[in-house]
């Protein structure tokens, strides 16, 4: 039992799902889990583990940006033995040829958090995907004809303060979307020797006038869902 969650030793699966929103979490676990517990409500950030086609598969909220989900990845990895990660976020694409609803495979991920300073000084870690989930991720969605984007995706610190310039920046330099969470999911997964991967549903267009309501929004997320559920049980 550690700070932030608090389950029995046994109630974590080994494969995880993570939504940014408990809410996310608590619809994952009713709409696509069968026999489900619920092992976590401190801080409302309800964690359940249920069976999905025969796996053991636990579906846990992180909350919003870096310091949240460290928190969370850390507990699952050190106290739970968590060995595969699969956030299911939403993001902001900066890209003009993705929209809202697409998906998004996140390769890589770049920040402007300062997080890893301590650990590398004036070098830059580069957060990277798991290949393994990555490829299986992908396959899946070929085998299914989802239309999905594979790329980077910008990790920031704050969701209100993204300057359009930078944001601007990144979009020429490829990144596909902005997001809060990815670049400490990676780095940690680096550095405990777990596999991780980042799957995201667009909700807004950062440079149009286009978002998702948030009703939409809950909707809008079981393909990526099914994708992280099929990508991580059979990988
Ligand atoms: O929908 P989630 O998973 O929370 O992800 C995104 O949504 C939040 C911002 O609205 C941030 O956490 C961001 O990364
Ligand atoms: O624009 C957005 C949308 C979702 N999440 C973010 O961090 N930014």
Known sequence: MG?????????VAERVLLPGDPLRAKYIAESFLDDVICYN???GMLGFTGVYKGQRVSVQGTGMGIPSISAYTYELIHDYHVKKLIRVGTCGTI???????????AMSASTDSNFNYPTFSSFHFSPTANFNLLKRAVDISLEHNLSVKVGSVLTTDLLYTGSPD???????HGVLAVEMETAALYTMAAKYGVHALSVLTVSDHIFKDEAISLLE????????IKLALDTIIES
Request: hydrophobic content about 40%.
């Open 166 to 172: 930078t944001n601007k920046l990144f979009a020429e």
């Open 95 to 105: 890209q003009h040829d993705i929209s809202v609803k697409d998906i998004i495979i």
């Open 217 to 224: 929004r809950q909707n809008c997320v079981d393909t990526m």
């Open 3 to 11: 700070l932030v969650i608090e389950a029995n030793s046994n109630h």
């Open 41 to 43: 409500e401190i801080r």
